[in-house]
Every structure is written in structure tokens, then in C-alpha cells.
């Protein structure tokens, strides 16, 4: 059985910075209200014609590709994360291999939100431990501007969500090579399912004929929903189960983490996670104050700039955990 490891990171998001007074000016809300609840001073969002779900994820793709040492076409399967693709169907997956021009390999397109990046990177590791494939390209990014409710009826959730891409290619380690992912772990709660969600467009809603015929502008299953208290309280337990969950497989302790980088919902959740499991700030990663919630590109955004600026080091050991719609939340523990 052969050892994954992630060879390449790079990660890309929008020039269009939209600050939280910048907010204030389409809603009832300030600066204060939204640091107060989430620790977000600033996020990017695309603009009219510009970046899109797919573009931005080929530019992280090119990063990521380039620094693992890698032609394009040493590339044998695709992984896409995202909640917001380009079209409703074909999936952003393949419009990589179009765009990236990569031979006619696999491509998977995963629909679990927040926790769309662990899902992805499990899979990966999976593939390349069986033998199946040998250079992978996971990918998580999103555009969430686009499906935001912009006024005072939506800022609950709205002032969260920003749009980015990050990715990664998950390739064979070297024979013998003690660095790699050790293991990951999944769940789901399905019962919560609409506790976080966007019910439309889909097949159980109204027919998109009768929609339009009632010309139904104040149709708000299209916008995001969030049971925000509920989903806090669900997200510290479940993030801190799965922590605890992938140290106790690999037979590690806390203060065994070099790097945590958990998924950027809120400031609030990774502060009191890295508060539970005793870590010091340079422990934990956080860049949330300035992208805000990227969902599934907010790992792979986080991990690509921690190891930029020198936080992930050879030999470091690093966990990624994230909660999120469905519910869904995971955990992945690797030796860098």
C-alpha cells in the first residue's frame, strides 16, 4: 500500500476586496456587529464578467501544479470540492480538464460544503493508497457572492461568505517515506440537513415553470439559510470529536500539533477549539479575518498560506478539521 502526501499548494482569490464597511452601506449592519459575531473584517468577491467557480480554481491549480514539480499531464485524476459550481450540471470538474488542457483522466466533483476539502483529500488518499493513481488534483473553491442575500433580511449570513479557491496535488510518496497522510476521518447528521442549507434550486422544489409564471420575488429558498446558534453549538463538538478522534488512530496527544488548520466558519469556533485542546496561537491558523468563509477552498486557502509564510515545516505534524451543511464534518491527520 503506498503513502499519500500533498506535493503542491497554491491557492487564488479575487482582487475585489469587500469590506465590512462596504457591507454597511447595502444593509443594517457596522464593522463592530460583524467582528463581534464572526472576527471578519474583509472578504473578496468577483466581479461582474470576471473570476468565476472554475477559473479561480484552474489559477490555484496552475500554483499548486507548478510548485509539486509537476507537468500538467502528469496529472491521472481531478477532484473538484465546491457548493456553488458554474452550471447546476456538468460539474466544475471537468471544465478543469477542459480549461488546464489535461488528457481525458477521471473527473469527481464533491458536493459537501464546508467539509468538502477534507471529503476530497480522503479520497485522494484512498486512490493513491490503493495504487490506483499516482498524481492527484484536489481542488476547493467557490463563488458564494453571487447567491447571497445583500440586504438586511440576509446579513446573518451574507457578511460571512467570501469566494477564493485553493488546491492541491495529493501525489505517491517515495518508498519508505514516513511523511504523508496518516488517516482521515468522516460523518454526517443528515436530520440537521436544513438547519444549513439552500433549499433551490432543486428537484423537490416548486417546477422552475410555476416559479416563473409567479414571477416569486420573495421566494427566499434560493438564499442561504443558517440556524446560526444551532450550528455553532453542533460545530464546536463536532469539530472537536473529530480532533480527538484522528490523535487517539494515530496514538498522538494534543501537544503533539505543530499546525491546526481548521475550516474558517468562524473565529468564535476555531478559538474556542484551540482553546479546548490547550494550543498556543502558532499552533492554530486562522485567515478568516480576511477571506471570510470560503467553505470548501477555506482549508486548502489557509494550509496553502501557512506553509508560505514558514508556519508547516518537514516533519511537522498537521491537522485539518472542518464542520459544515449536511451536516457533515471530517478530519485529516498527515506528516508533513
Known amino acids: 500500500m503506498y503513502n499519500a502526501k500533498i506535493k503542491g499548494l497554491g491557492f487564488y482569490v479575487p482582487e475585489n476586496v469587500v469590506t465590512n464597511?462596504?457591507?454597511?452601506?447595502?444593509?443594517?449592519?457596522?464593522?463592530?456587529?460583524?467582528?463581534?459575531?464572526?472576527?471578519?473584517?474583509?472578504?473578496?468577491?468577483?466581479?461582474?464578467?470576471?473570476?468565476?467557480?472554475?477559473?479561480?480554481?484552474?489559477?490555484?491549480?496552475?500554483?499548486?501544479?507548478e510548485r509539486a514539480g509537476l507537468?500538467?499531464?502528469?496529472?491521472?485524476?481531478?477532484?473538484?470540492?465546491?457548493?456553488?459550481?458554474?452550471?447546476?450540471?456538468?460539474?466544475?470538474?471537468?471544465?478543469?480538464?477542459?480549461?488546464?488542457?489535461?488528457?481525458?483522466?477521471?473527473?469527481?466533483?464533491?458536493?459537501?460544503?464546508?467539509?468538502?476539502?477534507?471529503?476530497?483529500?480522503?479520497?485522494?488518499?484512498?486512490?493513491?493508497?490503493?495504487?490506483?493513481?499516482?498524481?492527484?488534483?484536489?481542488?476547493?473553491?467557490?463563488?458564494?457572492?453571487?447567491g447571497l442575500d445583500m440586504t438586511t433580511r440576509g446579513r446573518g449570513v451574507s457578511v460571512i461568505f467570501g469566494d477564493g479557491a485553493g488546491a492541491a496535488v495529493v501525489s505517491r510518496a517515495e518508498e519508505g517515506s514516513k511523511s504523508g497522510i496518516l488517516s482521515s476521518h468522516l460523518h454526517s447528521e443528515g436530520q440537521h440537513a436544513e438547519e444549513l442549507s439552500v433549499i433551490a434550486p432543486g428537484m423537490g422544489k416548486r417546477w422552475v415553470t410555476d416559479i416563473i409564471a409567479d414571477n416569486d420575488t420573495e421566494?427566499?429558498?434560493?438564499?442561504?439559510?443558517?440556524?446560526?446558534?444551532?450550528?455553532?453549538?453542533?460545530?464546536?463538538?463536532?469539530?472537536?470529536?473529530?480532533?480527538?478522534?484522528?490523535?487517539?488512530?494515530?496514538?498522538?496527544?494534543?501537544?503533539?500539533?505543530?499546525?491546526?488548520?481548521?475550516?474558517?466558519?468562524?473565529?468564535?469556533?476555531?478559538?474556542f477549539v484551540q482553546n479546548k485542546f490547550g494550543l498556543a496561537d502558532d499552533q492554530v491558523y486562522n485567515n478568516i479575518m480576511s477571506y471570510g468563509n470560503t467553505t470548501a477552498a477555506s482549508i486548502p486557502i489557509a494550509l496553502t498560506e501557512a506553509w508560505e509564510q514558514g508556519k508547516i515545516k518537514e516533519g511537522d505534524l498537521v491537522v485539518l478539521a472542518a464542520f459544515g451543511s449536511g451536516f457533515t464534518w471530517g478530519s485529516v491527520i498527515l506528516r508533513w
Open 219 to 271: 421566494d427566499t429558498s434560493y438564499f442561504p439559510y443558517m440556524n446560526g446558534q444551532f450550528v455553532f453549538k453542533n460545530a464546536v463538538v463536532r469539530f472537536s470529536e473529530v480532533i480527538k478522534e484522528g490523535l487517539k488512530a494515530n496514538d498522538l496527544q494534543p501537544q503533539d500539533i505543530d499546525m491546526l488548520i481548521p475550516h474558517q466558519a468562524n473565529l468564535r469556533i476555531a478559538q
Open 21 to 65: 464597511d462596504d457591507l454597511s452601506k447595502v444593509m443594517d449592519t457596522s464593522d463592530e456587529w460583524i467582528q463581534e459575531r464572526t472576527g471578519i473584517q474583509e472578504r473578496r468577491h468577483v466581479v461582474e464578467g470576471g473570476d468565476t467557480t472554475t477559473s479561480m480554481g484552474v489559477k490555484a491549480a496552475k500554483v499548486a501544479i
Open 71 to 146: 507537468d500538467k499531464d502528469d496529472i491521472d485524476f481531478i477532484i473538484f470540492a465546491t457548493l456553488s459550481p458554474d452550471y447546476y450540471f456538468p460539474g466544475p470538474g471537468v471544465l478543469v480538464q477542459r480549461d488546464l488542457g489535461i488528457k481525458t483522466v477521471g473527473a469527481l466533483d464533491v458536493r459537501n460544503q464546508c467539509s468538502g476539502f477534507v471529503y476530497a483529500l480522503s479520497v485522494a488518499d484512498q486512490y493513491i493508497k490503493s495504487g490506483m493513481y499516482k498524481n492527484i488534483l484536489v481542488i476547493g473553491s467557490e463563488v458564494h457572492s453571487k
